[in-house]
């Protein structure tokens, strides 16, 4: 993997590029980072791919970013999924958001040597989001390079976007995000201390502590596949406030289906939503809770005899590679 932190870090190749967050590197963003590798290809040149960490909305309207489809790390891995031969992981921060458009494709000019810039039809870029393909077209004609305009890929129902796969996880329609993603969306999380309930119930279960910004699911029990210690696991997922135990608060559990559970505190958890079993709801006593749990498992076990029987996807297996040369957002930070 070929992963840059600095402008000036670039090998002085002419290169064919592409710039955006790419948050979730949905099946829009590969289409549009196909046609970069083709014409890449087409020029003799190398692809590369401008990304951001944090992301703009992180450092400009912090109170209203959504939440992340996929950890900084996650997003490089399918990047260079896509084929591409280089990315830039730029720092974004005020700073950089203040640079007028002239002077960030400035920046492109003297560092990445561009032949084209491909980028989709709601691309906006500079200072106050000032920059759009027909700022970028004239900056281009000036500096030498071409660009290429590419309409967004759609289904049936909409234009496959990040904002449309957030809204469909945030209510709880995991199946259609996969099928907009072409992998199950995940949550990576640290196991917590919890209450012990769910050992007392019988459900002995790992709290988890959502990493980074991640996007979880509307509330409910979910099927779900984990990856702990290095192996693969069958799990009920459960998100809600715990109706039940008033007073219980939020909380992100998940019960592995499994015998001889290896111990998990501490541990990171991957956890892959197949999809939803039931939304979240109060019980009158923990009996009748215990009876759901009961018929939660049988229907869970069912639901994901098929998605074990092919696991892992090809995407998810990207998101499992070696790490090594794959910067963190940590590192991202530390060396800016």
Same mark, same amino acid.
């Given at each position: 993997m070929h992963v840059f932190t600095d402008w000036t870090q670039v090998p002085a190749d002419r290169h064919v590029i592409t710039i955006g967050n790419f948050d979730g590197v949905h099946r829009g963003h590969r289409y549009l980072l196909d046609a970069v590798v083709t014409r890449a290809r087409a020029h003799g040149a190398s692809s590369l791919v401008i990304t951001f960490d944090p992301l703009p909305s992180e450092v400009l309207t912090p109170d209203r970013a959504p939440l992340r489809l996929t950890l900084t790390e996650h997003r490089l891995r399918l990047l260079t999924a896509c084929g591409v031969d280089r990315i830039l992981l730029v720092r974004f921060d005020r700073a950089f958001a203040s640079l007028a458009p002239s002077e960030?494709?400035?920046l492109l000019v003297e560092h990445l040597h561009p032949l084209e810039i491909v980028v989709g039809d709601d691309f906006h870029f500079g200072r106050n989001r000032?920059?759009?393909?027909?700022? *970028? /077209?004239?900056?281009?004609?000036?500096?030498?390079?071409?660009v290429t305009v590419l309409e967004r890929v759609g289904d049936r129902s909409a234009a496959i976007s990040s904002s449309r796969i957030r809204e469909t996880i945030a209510h709880g329609d995991v199946r259609s995000a996969a099928e907009l993603l072409d992998r199950p969306h995940l949550l990576v999380g640290d196991v917590v201390p919890g209450s012990g309930r769910g050992t007392l119930l019988g459900f002995p279960t790992a709290n988890i502590r959502i990493r980074d910004r991640l996007l979880p699911p509307a509330d409910g029990i979910y099927a779900a596949i984990v990856r702990a210690l290095g192996q693969w696991y069958p !799990?009920?997922?459960? %998100?809600?406030? /715990?109706?039940?135990?008033?007073? @219980?608060?939020?909380?992100?559990?998940?019960? *592995? *289906? !499994?015998e001889n559970v290896p111990a998990l505190r501490g541990e990171a958890l991957s956890?892959?939503?197949?999809?939803? %079993?039931?939304?979240? /709801?109060a019980f009158a006593d923990s009996g009748e809770l215990v009876r759901? &749990?009961? $018929?939660?498992?049988? !229907?869970? /076990? $069912? &639901?994901? @005899?098929? !998605? %074990? @029987?092919?696991?892992?996807?090809?995407l998810v297996a990207v998101l499992h590679g070696p790490s090594e040369g794959v910067p963190s957002a940590h590192d991202v930070h530390e060396g800016a």
């Open positions: 960030f494709v400035g000032t920059g759009n393909p027909d700022v *970028l /077209r004239e900056l281009g004609r000036d500096a030498g390079f071409v !799990a009920l997922a459960y %998100l809600g406030n /715990r109706p039940t135990f008033p007073g @219980a608060g939020y909380a992100v559990e998940v019960y *592995l *289906l !499994a956890v892959y939503f197949i999809d939803r %079993l039931r939304p979240d /709801r759901q &749990m009961h $018929e939660d498992e049988r !229907a869970g /076990r $069912e &639901m994901l @005899a098929a !998605a %074990l @029987a092919d696991w892992p996807p090809p």
